[in-house]
């Protein structure tokens, strides 16, 4: 549905974006992240027709926005950081008025109904915008960009702003508008495009540098031999017997007493190793209970920060099976 390749832009000697290629297929939703100044608004502003790219094409439903914009336009509903609301006119007023510029063909009463009983505005949609709160100013927002279901949605920072009650109810409707729309989300609220996306994209001085599921993602740059086990007994004992396991690293007691007489260890086993049968037989051996036993995963704003800083061991792999790697790490090997 949405294709970018070898996307790149110059303002003078200085390239905003270098090289840029993702996809996001139909009906998925895809997270676009990246620091400030890493190119991630001049992507997003080229994708959607307000600048055009020095080098390379952004294709929608295969039409290149640069080649034929109006066409490609229709198929994209817009959602900028900040709303362009005209705030003296009501609701209903306002997105008439949407409507009327995109030549909207569908009946205009119901799908207009419809769209605000889908972003939850029936009940305001005849104030005027101006005296709206933040949470339904976004929605206003949010309701213009679904008019002529479009089916493409750019929404960048859609809960900028927002209360926790109006950020689940945003976040739950924009996995609603999944299932029938491609989705690119902007934002810098990390466990929301966790909660949210099927993919995530991250760029970093104007190139991609991670391309994959926040599942693989986490997979890839936190490792299998990393764990985090909680037992009971004499944790000095339990910290000498689990370092007697082959392939361990390290053993640290993270804290003693989270429960009477449970002690927290930290345990990292070399690469590739698989040490929790070894564990579990260790600790039954000596009748030690064993009561938590979890992988040691990255968060998602821990891995954002490994990949836009260079702090990475090991290669990430995109979804095609190429290596991406940060600029800065490239330059550290060197």
């Known amino acids: 549905m949405i294709e970018i390749k070898n996307l790149t832009k110059r303002y003078g000697s200085k390239t905003a974006v270098s090289d840029v290629s993702f996809c996001a297929r139909e009906n998925e939703i895809l997270g676009f992240l990246g620091p400030n100044g890493a190119g991630k608004s001049?992507?997003?502003?080229?994708?959607?027709?307000?600048?055009?790219?020095?080098?390379?094409?952004?294709?929608?439903?295969?039409?290149?926005?640069?080649?034929?914009?109006?066409?490609?336009?229709?198929?994209?509903?817009?959602?900028?950081?900040?709303?362009?609301?005209?705030?003296?006119?009501?609701?209903?007023?306002?997105?008439?008025?949407?409507?009327?510029?995109?030549?909207?063909?569908?009946?205009?009463?119901?799908?207009?109904?419809?769209?605000?009983?889908?972003?939850?505005?029936?009940?305001?949609?005849?104030?005027?915008?101006?005296?709206?709160?933040?949470?339904?100013?976004?929605?206003?927002?949010?309701?213009?960009?679904?008019?002529g279901n479009p089916p493409v949605l750019i929404l960048d920072e859609p809960t900028v702003g927002l209360d926790p009650k109006q950020i689940i109810e945003i976040r739950s409707l924009i996995k609603k508008l999944g299932k029938n729309h491609t989705v690119i989300l902007s934002s810098h609220i990390l466990p929301e495009v966790q909660a949210v996306c099927d993919k995530i994209v991250i760029i970093n001085r104007g190139r991609v540098v991670a391309n994959d599921t926040a599942e693989k993602l986490v997979h890839n740059l936190s490792g299998d031999h990393k764990l985090v086990v909680r037992a009971e007994g004499n944790p000095a004992e339990i910290k000498k017997l689990l370092s007697s396991i082959p392939n361990m690293d390290e053993v640290r007691i993270n804290k003693e007493n989270v429960e009477p007489g449970v002690s927290e260890f930290f345990l990292n086993a070399k690469p590739g190793a698989d040490i929790r049968r070894e564990v579990s037989k260790r600790l039954a051996s000596r009748s030690y209970p064993l009561l938590m036993m979890k992988s040691s995963e990255l968060t998602l704003e821990e891995i954002f920060l490994k990949i836009t800083t260079g702090d990475i061991h090991g290669n990430i792999k995109d979804d095609l099976g190429g290596e991406i790697m940060p600029e800065r790490s490239e330059r550290r090997k060197k």
């Open 42 to 147: 001049t992507t997003m502003n080229i994708l959607t027709g307000y600048l055009s790219s020095t080098e390379g094409s952004a294709i929608i439903n295969g039409i290149d926005i640069l080649e034929d914009p109006v066409r490609a336009k229709k198929l994209i509903g817009y959602l900028p950081e900040q709303p362009p609301l005209y705030l003296d006119m009501t609701v209903t007023e306002y997105l008439k008025f949407v409507y009327n510029l995109k030549k909207c063909k569908l009946p205009q009463r119901s799908h207009l109904n419809e769209i605000c009983e889908l972003v939850k505005i029936t009940e305001v949609k005849n104030r005027v915008i101006k005296n709206l709160s933040k949470g339904y100013r976004q929605r206003v927002g949010l309701a213009q960009a679904l008019v």
